[in-house]
């Protein structure tokens, strides 16, 4: 995090990424109240205000939750007791809190309440991409979308009036271009002076009744009046624009890119000036402001909609222009359904970018005059999407050199091949969700949503009836065990289902960061809470289990196997702290290859250890043709000496380097 | 759209540390009266993927976050296939290059599915595609500094060595102070961190004037 986040100097610009602005807009806010389950791209936001509490423990608290839903449940009853809460999560985040938003929105609120929803188009760090306004809509909440880091701190302020205005939570769409992007910044002032007193009133009631949904159709109207008058709706262009540029989030700034360089080619292309074009940022999503889009549409023929993921303004617009029709006379609005905004992978698939924008407006505009231009690119992380040369290999995601994932996955597939049933591997969310790649020997036969893949063992293990005969396993993480698996063992055993459950306990929420849970204790302020110990748990559900280390690969095969044999609900635990952590807690000994030992290319082992367990830190020295170790990439996790068939791969003893020293 | 926009484009492989790189330029930029859009591909991409951080960096204006193709004026490379990959795409034969030639080896290459283009063929390929190659030992640098994590500093201490962006030496220094050495537990990691910035900087001069 930037430290200058923090800062209590008004006036001053900074840089700051769209998720420390978000952090910020709520510090000035005064919010007391944060509670989150990390998720890309918003893990950054709690994690700034966490860094918050430690300077003003008396005006705020924060917390990781167990999950999205009992995230949102606590900064609901914070703001029911008058104070100002905030609940960050990602886009499937919304979906496990979404049951109790829907009767939030009917029971009301009453200190300003925020929800900041993450949304990855082109699913950068996710399994999908989502988009979240949907379900914003459905809930009936008014729904922002900022384009910058300036204009999410200055919405996040704006946002908690409107909820106490309306007396009902508001959302922030943030997609990761805004979130993981950072721009300057204008730090304002922060408040000083006690938090308010927490207090419910006994004529305070906030009950979810069908009463509630007229309140909240008359709320959303008057977040339709805001919406109007809303200075964060930006607009660049002439009062009666003949074309418009509706665009959301970043888009807005692509837009407007694309359109002074149309211009600067305007002459060539004989299109007269392009003065007539006007960009307004459409910021308040939803309830879309009519009244100002009509006044734009009065002049407007052409209407071009950007928005990332689904075409939700669009379809809005379309109605709206249908609706009006008869004062309109013929508007065309351009967009998804058009085809004029399609990226690489389709129409509505992926993230906006500047070529995107600038194809979609000069496709619109001039489609005669239409240059060829480059392929798509965004950065990515996806190879395909990087604009790859055909003799460039590709690169993989792939586990850290020294994940003990890595170590876990090779111990299963070795086990399942010694039990020869064709046993089969549910996945789940987190970093080992790479196993369903070459990383993770392609491990994964389902993957789904946090907790899914001990549900549907719980299914699969009942299906002998049917004649399924196949060993079922489900491995989770030990963030997802207490975020959504425990429901599950629960039924299992209740059903007397028959599988395993490996949890991969690596003692952090290790994909978004290193967050602490309830399994390692200590609060998000780093503040010291005892752990919530998962054998605890585990024992009083009644379970057998195990507690293994996955770099003794022969043990923990062994214990996978024995677990496989077994009727029933096992759990197993494969203990061992994620490479990332553990390289910086301890020093350990360096792992080198020795050279005479190695049987280097042409040798019955075939390149073992980086061709088959390939980790990383295992490359080939191409010129003596042998192994050898990255030193700038291995994190002397020690697993390749106890794979290597020929013991040529050793730890550099103390005794090794004074040998070293006497010999240079 | 003023002219004097710069896009810099930061080419590397998930845990390099593009995101510390690509932080310390900016603010650097933003303490020097700039204005910067920046945009960071992580999250899983932490995992050895592919990894690009953009920069857009301009006295005045405001700009989205990301770079469009063949528009990238520098190019920072901290891996070789990485850098090539970024040049086809964002490069253009004005584009300046500093380039770390130490390479990383993507799982297709460990698995012995694809080989690694051939490291001399791919160092001209790459010098042929643009204006001024500048090529840093960034690894060796970064071990005499005292650890190879520290390769992307050195790549940045090379940057600033390279005048390419018109701030000085010790406004880098500053945001490395902010960054590192805010108590005195860090100390030591910041005088690492310094060390490698130096030597960065001192080797882009010297590669200047043997040029
Ligand atoms: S010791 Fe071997 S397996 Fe472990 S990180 Fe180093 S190279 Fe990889
Ligand atoms: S962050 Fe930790 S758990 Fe995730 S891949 Fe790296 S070592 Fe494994």
Redesign the interface.
């Known amino acids: 995090m930037?430290?200058?986040v923090l800062l209590d100097d008004a006036g001053r610009?900074?840089?700051l990424t769209g998720n420390e602005a978000v952090a910020r807009g709520a510090l000035e806010a005064g919010v007391n109240y944060a509670a989150s389950y990390p998720g890309?791209?918003t893990a950054e936001i709690l994690e700034a205000l966490a860094q918050a509490q430690k300077l003003y423990p008396d005006r705020l608290y924060t917390e990781w939750s167990v999950n999205e839903k009992v995230a949102m449940e606590g900064a609901a009853a914070a703001s029911f007791a008058g104070l100002r809460s905030l609940t960050i999560m990602k886009c499937d985040g919304l979906n496990v809190a979404f049951d109790f938003l829907t009767s939030l929105g009917l029971s009301g609120t009453r200190g300003g309440m925020v929800i900041a929803v993450g949304d990855?188009p082109s699913a950068?760090?996710?399994a999908k991409e989502e988009d979240s306004r949907y379900l914003g809509r459905l809930a009936h909440l008014a729904i922002w979308e900022p384009a910058?880091s300036q204009q999410a701190k200055e919405m996040v302020k704006a946002a908690f009036d409107l909820s106490e205005q309306m007396g009902q939570p508001v959302m922030l769409r943030l997609t990761t271009?805004v979130c993981?992007?950072?721009?300057?910044a204008t730090l304002g002032p922060l408040p000083k002076g006690p938090a308010p007193q927490a207090i419910i009133a006994p004529t305070d009631k906030f009950i979810t009744w069908i009463e509630g949904h007229k309140a909240q159709e008359e709320r959303l109207l008057g977040a339709v009046q805001v919406a109007n008058r809303s200075n964060f709706n930006r607009y660049l262009g002439p009062d009666q624009p003949e074309i418009l540029v509706v665009a959301c989030g970043?888009?807005f700034?692509?837009a407007?890119?694309a359109v002074?360089?149309l211009r600067a080619k305007a002459e060539d292309w004989g299109l007269g000036s392009l003065n007539g074009i006007g960009i307004l940022q459409l910021a308040t999503a939803w309830p879309l402001p009519e009244e100002l889009l009509l006044g734009y549409l009065k002049s407007a023929r052409q209407v071009i909609v950007l928005e990332e993921i689904e075409p939700f303004v669009e379809d809005y617009l379309l109605g709206l222009v249908a609706r009006n029709s008869s004062t309109l006379g013929q508007t065309v609005v351009y967009g998804k359904h058009s085809g004029h905004v399609a990226s690489s992978n389709g129409i509505g698939l992926g993230e906006l970018?500047?070529?995107l924008v600038?194809r979609a407006i000069a496709k619109a505009i001039a489609p005669g005059a239409l240059a060829p231009?480059?392929?798509?690119?965004?950065?990515?992380?996806?190879?395909s999407e990087?604009?790859?040369?055909p003799?460039?290999?590709?690169?993989?995601?792939?586990?850290?050199a020294g994940c003990p994932h890595r170590a876990s996955f090779w111990a299963l597939r070795s086990a399942l091949e010694l039990d020869g049933r064709r046993g089969i591997i549910l996945g789940d969310i987190g970093?080992y969700s790479?196993a369903k790649g070459?990383?993770g020997f392609n491990a994964f036969q389902t993957m789904h949503a946090m907790g899914s893949g001990a549900g549907i063992a719980s299914g699969l293990g009942q299906l002998w009836r049917f004649g399924f005969s196949q060993p079922v396993v489900a491995v989770v993480g030990d963030s997802t065990f207490y975020h959504a698996v425990v429901p599950a063992l629960i039924n299992g055993r209740y059903t007397q289902s028959n599988f395993l459950c490996i949890i991969l306990d690596n003692q952090t929420t290790a994909?978004?960061g290193h967050q602490p849970h309830p399994g390692t204790g200590g609060g998000a302020a780093g503040d010291p809470l005892p752990p919530v110990p998962m054998e605890q748990i585990i024992s009083g559900l009644g379970l057998p289990f195990t507690i293994l280390d996955p770099f003794d690969i022969p043990k923990a095969t062994a214990g996978i196997y024995a677990a496989l044999q077994q009727p029933g609900v096992q759990i197993l635990i494969l203990r061992q702290t994620c490479a990332l952590i553990a390289t910086k807690r301890e020093i350990r000994p360096e792992v080198y290859v020795d050279p005479d030992l190695c049987r280097g290319y042409n040798c019955s082992c075939f390149?073992f250890c980086?061709?088959?367990f390939?980790c990383?830190g295992?490359?080939?020295d191409d010129q003596r043709g042998v192994a050898s170790i990255?030193?700038?990439?291995c994190n002397r996790c020690g697993v390749c000496i106890s794979l290597c068939p020929a013991g040529a791969i050793k730890t550099r003893t103390e005794e090794d380097v004074s040998h070293e020293q006497l010999a240079s | 759209m003023s002219s004097s926009l710069v896009n810099l484009v930061i080419a590397g492989v998930g845990g390099q540390g593009n995101v510390l790189a690509s932080q310390i330029i900016g603010r650097t930029a933003v303490a020097c009266g700039w204005k910067v859009a920046s945009a960071d591909t992580f999250g899983v991409s932490q995992r050895g993927g592919s990894v690009m951080s953009h920069l857009r960096l301009a006295p005045q204006g405001s700009y989205g976050p990301l770079v469009p193709p063949k528009r990238a004026h520098i190019i920072l490379g901290l891996e070789p296939l990485e850098t090539a990959r970024v040049l086809s795409t964002y490069g253009n034969p004005h584009t300046k290059l500093l380039l770390n030639p130490r390479p990383n080896f993507p799982l297709a290459v460990l698995i012995r599915e694809r080989s690694y283009p051939d490291l001399h063929q791919l160092l001209s390929h790459i010098r042929n595609q643009s204006s001024e190659v500048r090529e840093i030992q960034a690894a060796q640098l970064a071990e005499t500094a005292g650890t190879l994590l520290a390769q992307n500093v050195v790549m940045t201490g090379a940057l600033a060595g390279t005048g390419w962006l018109p701030f000085p030496a010790e406004a880098y220094k500053r945001v490395l102070n902010s960054i590192f050495g805010s108590d005195q537990s860090k100390s030591k990691k910041l005088d690492l961190n310094l060390y490698a910035f130096e030597l960065g900087y001192q080797a882009a001069t010297h590669a200047a004037q043997a040029s």
Not at chain 1, 180 to 184: D, V
Not at chain 1, 386 to 389: H, I, V
Not at chain 1, 630 to 633: A, Y
């Open positions: 930037n430290a200058e610009e900074v840089l890309s791209p990855d950068h760090s996710s910058d271009r993981h992007a950072a721009t300057n970043p888009s700034h692509y407007h890119e002074e360089e970018n500047p070529e600038y231009v480059a392929s798509t690119a965004t950065p990515s992380s996806k190879p990087a604009g790859e040369q003799s460039f290999p590709g690169r993989d995601l792939a586990f850290c970093c790479l070459r990383t994909m978004t390149n980086s061709r088959v390939a990383p295992n490359i080939w990255d030193q700038s990439v």
